[in-house]
């Protein structure tokens, strides 16, 4: 059953401005993660947040985690054409060994 | 590009035909995984294998059958398929097999006549 849930479904904006996407999930977690795929490709991890942690920083990334609203934020600052790209959420619920990955958010930086 | 390589990269096969999809990993990873992600549908996990043994079949169809030599190598065997089966495939690997990053290969995108 699908854990987390991204949102927006679709995002387009003009580079130079900030992208935010959010991601809901249902029970605890161990950790949640931010995925990048690019059209048709692999998926590349980009950050994990563990489930003690509020906030976490990667370059141009800020992820947030709220676990009493159980959910997260990928902010992505200054954005670049290089971005667009789908952004999937993951979890692993406690207790679990699973990735859970939600539907994604699919992001479009408009040169 | 992430360590995780998978050939092929495509493949059309008919629903009697019998293939085979292979997955390396060159990052000394004890688990592996097979993802199968369909157009509109969240990635959904298919097999898990940590130091060469199957935790995890997500009631994935009989027609679809995984092997693990070694923890470097898997391979998802094909048989009877039908056109639902049509999705990108994807390997991924990580060091345990509970909490941590995982690295995905390119995938192989599979079409089913």
């Known amino acids: 059953s699908q854990q987390g849930e991204e949102d927006p479904q679709a995002l387009s904006i003009q580079e130079g401005e900030n992208a935010t996407m959010n991601c809901s999930y249902k029970t605890s977690i161990n950790n949640l993660q931010w995925y990048r795929q690019n059209s048709g490709r692999g998926l590349v991890h980009l950050i994990l947040i563990r489930s003690n942690e509020r906030e976490k920083h990667s370059g141009r990334l800020r992820v947030t985690l709220d676990t009493s609203k159980k959910s997260s934020s990928l902010l992505i600052t200054a954005s670049r054409a290089a971005d667009t790209a789908s952004y999937f959420c993951a979890t692993i619920m406690s207790g679990s060994e699973k990735l859970v990955f939600g539907k994604g958010t699919k992001l479009t930086v408009n040169p | 590009e992430t360590g995780v390589t998978q050939t092929p990269r495509h493949l059309v096969m008919g629903m009697t035909n019998k293939k085979s999809l292979k997955c390396e990993q060159h990052?000394?990873?004890?688990?592996m995984y097979w993802y199968k992600q369909s157009a509109k549908k969240p990635l959904e996990l298919m097999f898990v294998y940590n130091f060469k043994e199957q935790t995890e079949n997500n009631s994935v169809p009989s027609r679809f059958s995984p092997e693990c030599p070694n923890s470097s190598h898997l391979f998802l065997h094909l048989h009877t398929l039908q056109p639902e089966d049509s999705a990108l495939y994807l390997c991924a690997s990580s060091q345990v097999i509970r909490t941590d990053t995982q690295y995905f290969g390119p995938g192989t995108r599979l079409t089913v006549l």
């Open positions: 990052l000394g990873h004890n688990a």
